[in-house]
């Protein structure tokens, strides 16, 4: 089985400082690394992914997460937040050879502050 | 092309009552996973199925709970008898394939046992 960990469940963080989003995980096959956004009183959205290729990926609002196979993390950073940037962010693994379910992260809840 | 759609948004039910949940996945997606969040916690996945097949449940628990994706209409969650610990949040996702097709999320059902 795989888990996921996210070690830090509330990070407050002011306005255009950098924020980075820690995830680790175990798995004993090849997986694929998610990270969602939740909103408040709204569902998860996709935020990046890690299938295969490039270590590093990054999304479309200035979010980036780069896969480090020999650490098992798969850390999510921005340099610059807004304050529409406060929501919870769950990191999310899979394991294609083997099933099609995803194992979360208790996710973590960033404030961002003026 | 409309997301995936749950409903209702918000439900309420005493302790006893039957509780319904409603998914319809996005067009063309013949998928659906069920995923609960309880408070505090990461979304722990429940189960999978494709038109009229469970395809796996192993997440759901053992008594009360049932879930159905018929050939016409929406996928349902039913939670019979519901107890406070029911209270939660319940997110359905599709996909037009398992496996290694990435899933989306609806924005989910907010359980409430009073």
């Known amino acids: 089985a795989q888990s996921v960990t996210q070690l830090d469940s509330q990070v407050p963080v002011f306005e255009e400082a950098p924020v980075e989003l820690r995830c680790n995980y175990s798995?004993?096959?090849?997986?694929?690394l998610f990270w969602y956004v939740q909103y408040p009183n709204q569902g998860l959205q996709l935020l990046l992914k890690?299938?295969?290729?490039?270590?590093l990926v990054e999304s479309i609002n200035g979010f980036e997460a780069e896969f480090n196979k020999s650490q098992t993390s798969f850390h999510l950073r921005k340099p610059s937040v807004h304050i529409s940037d406060t929501a919870e962010y769950f990191c999310?693994?899979?394991?294609?050879?083997?099933?099609?379910?995803?194992?979360f992260g208790a996710g973590t809840t960033v404030t961002v502050r003026a | 092309n409309a997301g995936v759609m749950q409903n209702p948004r918000h439900l309420v039910r005493r302790r006893g009552q039957e509780a319904r949940l409603r998914c319809s996945p996005m067009?063309?997606?013949?998928?659906v996973y069920w995923y609960r969040q309880l408070p505090e916690e990461g979304l722990k996945f429940m189960v999978y199925?494709?038109?009229?097949?469970?395809?796996?449940e192993s997440g759901m628990p053992k008594e009360r709970f049932s879930a159905e994706f018929p050939k016409e209409g929406p996928s349902i969650l039913r939670i019979q008898q519901v107890v406070r610990g029911d209270s939660a949040a319940y997110f359905c996702?599709?996909?037009?394939?398992?496996?290694?097709?990435?899933?989306?999320f609806g924005q989910g059902t907010r359980l409430t046992v009073v």
């Open positions: 996702a599709s996909s037009p394939g398992g496996g290694r097709t990435e899933a989306f």
């Open positions: 798995s004993s096959v090849s997986v694929y």
């Open positions: 890690y299938l295969s290729g490039s270590t």
């Open positions: 999310a693994v899979s394991r294609p050879s083997v099933d099609y379910k995803l194992s």
């Open positions: 067009k063309g997606h013949s998928h």
């Open positions: 199925l494709q038109k009229e097949n469970i395809i796996d």
